[in-house]
């Protein structure tokens, strides 16, 4: 019944290693993003993908690599891990423009250590 | 200056009150505007989303535009503790695919 499902909800791993947070849809929508969300509360677009293509790729290292397979997925792979990078990442989803707003998942806490 | 301006609170309001809430921004091209309720350690949930200027009612809350000023602002009616989250205003400019987020405020409804 989830309409934008993450998975893991946490994620605790040390420096230097390389992990993978999954997202996956099933509101129909053909626009998906990546949202990077630091601890001051701050909303920050990383990727957005319009029916496999990507749209959007703000000024993100290129250790994070985003992935769709077709429109209903999106993952974001992260290498090197850095402590930076701890933050919590929301997938999102919404038609083409995201007029009517996006969908959020529930977010994946990434804690690297 | 940032794009979005949002004072982060807290806000502490006793139950029943009107609240309201803001948001500036800087770019002029900016024509679709949002609100977002977070709550802790969720993901935000879209609570109203209006086009260009104007007003929009929803219930106990009401969205208001003013492009003149670059000025949105959320108002919650009869405030009610399950009403304390924190609130974020989205904006984008028409074909960028890009919701630029304010920090959000912090809204805190005592019983």
């Known amino acids: 019944d989830t309409a934008v499902s993450q998975t893991p909800k946490y994620l605790v791993t040390q420096m230097g290693n390389d992990k993978s947070i999954k997202c996956e849809q099933n509101?129909?929508?053909?626009?998906m993003y990546w949202y990077k969300q630091d601890s001051k509360k701050f909303l920050k677009i990383m990727f957005s993908?319009?029916?496999?293509?990507?749209?959007i790729n703000e000024t993100v290292p290129n250790r994070f690599s985003p992935k769709s397979p077709d429109k209903a997925h999106l993952n974001l792979h992260i290498n090197s891990l850095e402590l930076g990078d701890s933050a919590v990442y929301f997938c999102?989803?919404?038609?083409?423009?995201?007029?009517?707003?996006?969908?959020f998942g529930s977010g994946t806490r990434l804690t690297v250590v | 200056q940032k794009e979005v301006e949002q004072d982060p609170g807290p806000l502490s309001v006793p139950e029943g009150a009107i609240v309201s809430l803001n948001c500036t921004y800087s770019?002029?091209?900016?024509?679709?505007f949002m609100w977002y309720r977070q709550y802790s350690r969720k993901g935000p949930e879209l609570l109203m989303y209006?086009?260009?200027?104007g007003n929009k009612e929803d219930g106990r809350f009401t969205a208001q535009v003013d492009k003149s000023s670059k000025y949105i602002s959320l108002f919650i009616r009869d405030s009610q503790p399950s009403d304390s989250a924190t609130y974020l205003c989205a904006m984008s400019a028409s074909g960028t695919y890009k919701y630029i987020f304010g920090t959000g405020t912090r809204l805190k409804v005592l019983a």
């Open positions: 209006t086009y260009s200027s």
């Open positions: 509101l129909g929508h053909d626009t």
């Open positions: 993908y319009n029916n496999k293509e990507l749209i």
């Open positions: 999102a989803s919404s038609n083409r423009q995201g007029n009517y707003g996006y969908t």
């Open positions: 770019n002029s091209a900016f024509q679709y």
